[in-house]
């Protein structure tokens, strides 16, 4: 896959292109269906097919705290983008200054000055430019003038319910994990490169592989069971920790992985963490004698979820 990281590095073999906009925030079900037909397009007109995508997302700006919690990162982007096909990401840093163009400097100076696209595919409820002034029917008056095609993009339903991150977001609000996988099309999971951490789980007897959390918010907290992958030819069973760590008076947030029945040593290897089912929420207990009790209780519910024998 190539990644063009800002407008500055598009080069003519990118130009009169197949074009889609957006956050793709999770690539759920619904963005891969838009993704296939922009595909089929590309194949029909011989055109090279790019998605343009900003880092950070809008809202992290505008909101920094409050904004929605992200599903996926940049490199997990770019991974499910890959598997569906996808070829070139153009991804554009999104601040201050970009965020101040408005609608109609973005479609003449990016989409038919820089881009000259040929082809756009977006939702009708795609919004853009300064104060998001920009919308659906402006861009087909604009797709007249400069003479591109707008793509329809069909909304798809789950059980009567319109697949979009907001949805896999509340599914995983109420840890339905289920639901969430069935709009995604694949399971949720995090993942990350493992950093050293404090050794306090070694000394406790409870090892943890420890992966930093760079986003503004999770849309999951608390204990869960889980399956590891990417370090065996097959998922290990393990339970995970995402939060600050309260009993040691954690500050910023983490993944803490421990293995069931398994001693690996993971550090700086790169590990996708499959969630399977909630345990609890975080606390803050008395002691590390206290803690170390409740990770072997919760070891034992994980035993029994994936039928393991101790």
Known sequence: MELIRGLYNIKERHRSCLLTIGN????????????????????????????????????????NQKAPARLTCLREKLKHLKQAGINTVLCIRFDISFASYSAQRFILEILVKTLNIKFLAIGDDFRFGHDRKGDFLLLQRASIKYQFKILKTQTLYYNNQRISSTAVRQALTKNDFVMAEQLLGYPFSISGRVMHGN???????????????????????????????????????????????????????????????TCLNLYNKRIEVVLKKKIRNEQCFPSLKDLRKQIEKDAIMARKFFELKK
Request: hydrophobic share 45%; no cysteine.
């Open 199 to 261: 050794g306090l789980g070694s000394t406790i007897g409870v090892p943890t592989a420890n992966i930093p959390l760079y986003h503004l918010v999770m849309p999951v907290k608390g204990v869960f069971i889980v399956e590891i992958e990417g370090i065996s030819s097959h998922a290990i069973p393990g339970i995970a920790n995402i939060g600050t760590r309260p009993t040691i008076k954690g500050k910023t947030q983490q993944l803490e992985v421990h293995l069931i029945d």
């Open 24 to 63: 793709f925030d999770g690539i759920h079900r619904g963005h891969k269906a838009l993704i296939a037909h922009l595909l089929e397009e590309g194949n029909k007109h011989n055109l090279p097919v790019l998605v343009m995508l900003f880092e950070p997302q809008p809202l992290e700006l505008f909101a």
